[in-house]
């Protein structure tokens, strides 16, 4: 793994432990725990490999609307494991962000959802030669930029998130689920916690929630991208990051599909997988 920038974690919490069957468990949660991010180097770059693994260290939730009965191993896998990459074959006004190769701002996992998964793992299967380098962003060091730039406002902004609920529509429910919550928490840690996904400034305009709170939202969504903020990696085959999913928000740079002189087209692929802790509500 090559480090492009570290804002969010300390230098040794990105240090890859290798990957190895006597791996202790117990220990690698409590660095998740404590930094809020691992890396493994060297794991299988088989979903199955990663399903298992998300078995050891959690309960691995099921992909919403996959069609389940396959017989094979890895086909099975894939009910757990999420096959993100460039797919050409899907005309572009129908693509997921996660389908295309463009730039995703810093999410959490399903922050649609009341009860979201504690942990987030990203499989490198093929990194990409041009781009698709890997950001995070850590919401204890989102806070502290936040209070580095805007000192007077501060405590008002982070009022405003934490009592402020932010309407939204579990998207893959049936019946349309609706609910709302605040962005930011502390709860059972005591340390800061946070939803955020893609849109959410769009959100509040199409909710007109109040002028305050989106002011609030905005000078966060700043510090969120902010330079002083990101984490940004270039992870090599077989690296395997897995994050705490409440405090940390991920993305990806934008990447290229085309090499020059070349009609090869390349590809980045990330096998990856959400995991409920074993005490967490489903």
């Known amino acids: 793994m090559r480090i492009l920038s570290c804002h969010s974690f300390a230098p040794q919490a990105l240090k890859p432990i290798p990957y190895a069957n006597n791996l202790r468990i117990d220990d690698l949660l409590v660095t998740i725990d404590t930094a809020g991010i691992a890396v493994l180097s060297g794991f299988p770059t088989d979903p199955g490999a990663l399903l298992e693994f998300g078995r050891q260290i959690g309960v691995p939730s099921p992909k919403p609307g996959y069609s389940r009965g396959s017989s094979t191993t890895q086909n099975a896998a894939f009910e757990y494991v999420a096959d993100v990459r460039y797919m050409r074959e899907i005309p572009s006004s129908e693509r997921r962000a996660t ?3 463009v730039e995703i701002r810093l999410h959490t996992a399903r922050s649609f959802a009341v009860n979201r998964p504690r942990y987030f793992a990203l499989l490198m299967a093929q990194p990409s030669v041009y781009g698709g380098t890997s950001t995070y962003g850590l919401v204890d ?38 609910a709302s919550t605040p962005l930011l928490s502390s709860i059972g840690t005591g340390r800061p916690q946070f939803r955020y996904w893609n849109g959410i400034l769009e959100t509040a305009a199409e909710h007109r929630m109040h002028k305050t ?18 984490t940004e990696v270039h992870a090599d085959r077989g690296d395997l990051v897995i994050i ?9 740079r934008a990447f290229s599909t ?8 390349l590809q980045r692929q990330v096998y990856s997988m959400q995991v409920f802790g ?3 509500p489903r």
């Open 141 to 178: 060091r989102v806070l502290e930029v936040l209070g580095k730039k805007s000192p007077a406002a501060y405590s008002g902004y982070v009022s405003e998130l934490s009592t402020t609920h932010v309407p939204w529509t579990h998207r893959n429910s049936p019946a349309g689920d609706a």
């Open 244 to 252: 705490d999913n409440n405090r940390v928000a991920h993305g990806r």
């Open 258 to 265: 085309e090499h020059p002189g070349s009609q090869q087209e």
């Open 99 to 101: 389908q295309g190769n």
């Open 278 to 280: 074993h005490d967490q």
């Open 213 to 230: 709170f989106i002011d609030a939202l905005e000078n966060f969504d700043n510090a969120l991208h902010d330079e002083a903020t990101l």
